[in-house]
C-alpha cells in the first residue's frame, strides 16, 4: 500500500479495535483527543455525557483564525460492536463477521484525522472547529447535548453517509416517534375470561389500522417494539408499543401523528380499552439548498480532487439534524462504508483514501 492508504488503515484498525458501543465512548475520546493534540488543535471535552449516563462527552477542537467549518464524524457504533478484529484483503476492510466494522463512523474520525495532518502538511490549517459526538445511534444525544454557544462556524461537513464518497446529503425529515400504552382488564384466561378485557387484542386492532412502510414518496411509518403480558393463562390488561413517522415535509409527519393518535385511542375504545398516546419530535428535518454556499463549497472540493458531486436525500438523521436545527447550515458527505449497522459491513480502501482528501480539499478551498 502507498503511505496514506497504510496510514489510514492502520488507524482505521487501531481505532474500530477501540471498543465504544454508545454511551461508553471514554477510551476512544481520550485517544482521539490526544491525536488532536498532536496535530496542533486546541481541545476539549464537553459535559453531554452526564447529562444522558454516558461516560464521554462531545470531543471539540480547534485551530486557525477566521471564520470556521465544522468537521464532524461519531464516536459509537451500534451493537455487536465489542471485540472488532478487522480483515483486510484485496482494497475492503471487513469485521470478522461477528461484530460489525464500525466503519459507521470510525471512517469518518480517520478521514477528519487523516485530512487535517495533511493539510498542515503545506500551510498552517486555517479556521475549523473538529467535532467528534457520541451517543448519535442512540437518537442523537451527544449533539442533542453540545453546547452550541461553543461554536463559532456557521457551516458544518457531518462524514456519516453510507454512500460512495461524492455524494451530498442535501436532506433529510423530521422523525416523530410515537409510545402507546393500551389498558385493559386481567382476568384467568381459562375460569373467567369473560371478566377480562384483552389490552394485546385492543393493540392489535390499532395496529392493524396504521399503515407501514412507505406511505407517500416522502414519508415512512413503522411500528418496531411490542411489549406486554404475563403469562398464558392471563387475559392481559396492560399492552405498550412503540414506533415512529419520518418526512421529509415536516408538516406531513405531524399530520400523520394526529392520524395515528385518533386511529388508536378510538380503537382501544372500541374494544373495550383505554389507550394513552405520547409523540414527540425527536429531530426535525432539513433541506439545503443547492446554491447555498456550504454546498458550493463541497462541491469545489471535491471537484479539486477529481470527483463529482451527486445529490441526494436520505430518509435517515444524523447530528446534521440537530445542527441545521441549531443554525448551523449543514450537510451530510457520503464516507463509502456499506452494509453499515450488520456483521456484513465493509468499507473499500479506495473511499476511506477518498474522504481524507476530500477534508484536506475542504480545508484548502
Not at 488503515?9 to 487501531?14: A, G, L, P, S, T
Not at 468537521?71 to 484485496?90: E, F, M, S, T, Y
Not at 429531530?283 to 472540493?301: H, L, M, Q, T
Request: net charge negative.
Amino acid at each position: 500500500m502507498r503511505r496514506l492508504e497504510r496510514a489510514l488503515v492502520d488507524e482505521f484498525i487501531e481505532l474500530v479495535s477501540i471498543d465504544a458501543e454508545s454511551g461508553c465512548e471514554a477510551e476512544i475520546a481520550a485517544r482521539v483527543m490526544s491525536k488532536l493534540r498532536d496535530i496542533g488543535l486546541d481541545v476539549e471535552m464537553d459535559d453531554a455525557g452526564a447529562k444522558f449516563g454516558g461516560n464521554a462527552g462531545n470531543v471539540i477542537a480547534r485551530a486557525g483564525e477566521g471564520d470556521p467549518i465544522i468537521l464532524c464524524a461519531h464516536l459509537d457504533r451500534v451493537k455487536p460492536g465489542k471485540g472488532i478484529k478487522p480483515v483486510v484483503d484485496n482494497g475492503i476492510i471487513r469485521s470478522s463477521g461477528d461484530t460489525v466494522l464500525a466503519a459507521d463512523d470510525i471512517s469518518g474520525v480517520v478521514a477528519i484525522l487523516a485530512g487535517l495532518r495533511e493539510a498542515k502538511k503545506h500551510r498552517p490549517l486555517p479556521a475549523v472547529e473538529v467535532i467528534f459526538t457520541v451517543s448519535e445511534e442512540t437518537r442523537l444525544q451527544g449533539s442533542k447535548h453540545l453546547d452550541y454557544t461553543r461554536l463559532h462556524s456557521k457551516m458544518a461537513y457531518i462524514f456519516d453517509a453510507s454512500s460512495p464518497v461524492g455524494t451530498v446529503v442535501t436532506s433529510s425529515p423530521t422523525h416523530v416517534g410515537f409510545d402507546v400504552n393500551v389498558v385493559g382488564q386481567a382476568a384467568h384466561a381459562a375460569v373467567n375470561p369473560e371478566d377480562g378485557v384483552s389490552a394485546i387484542r385492543a393493540a392489535a386492532f390499532a395496529i392493524s389500522k396504521l399503515p407501514f412502510g412507505w406511505v407517500d414518496d416522502h414519508t415512512t411509518t413503522n411500528v418496531g417494539v411490542l411489549n406486554g403480558g404475563a403469562a398464558t393463562n392471563i387475559v392481559c390488561d396492560s399492552v405498550r408499543f412503540k414506533g415512529e413517522i419520518r418526512s421529509l415535509i415536516a408538516s406531513r409527519a405531524s399530520e400523520l401523528a394526529n392520524e395515528f393518535t385518533g386511529t388508536i385511542i378510538s380503537e382501544a375504545k372500541a374494544h373495550g380499552t383505554e389507550a394513552e398516546v405520547i409523540t414527540a419530535v425527536d429531530y426535525s428535518g432539513y433541506s439545503i439548498d443547492r446554491n447555498a454556499p456550504v454546498v458550493a463549497r463541497v462541491v469545489e472540493a471535491l471537484r479539486r480532487i477529481g470527483i463529482t458531486a451527486t445529490f441526494e436525500s436520505t430518509m435517515g438523521g444524523s447530528d446534521g439534524n440537530i445542527f441545521n436545527a441549531n443554525g448551523i447550515s449543514s450537510i451530510v458527505l457520503g464516507t463509502g462504508c456499506q452494509l453499515v449497522h450488520s456483521t456484513r459491513e465493509f468499507l473499500p480502501v479506495p473511499e476511506l483514501v477518498a474522504s481524507a482528501r476530500l477534508v484536506e480539499s475542504l480545508l484548502a478551498v
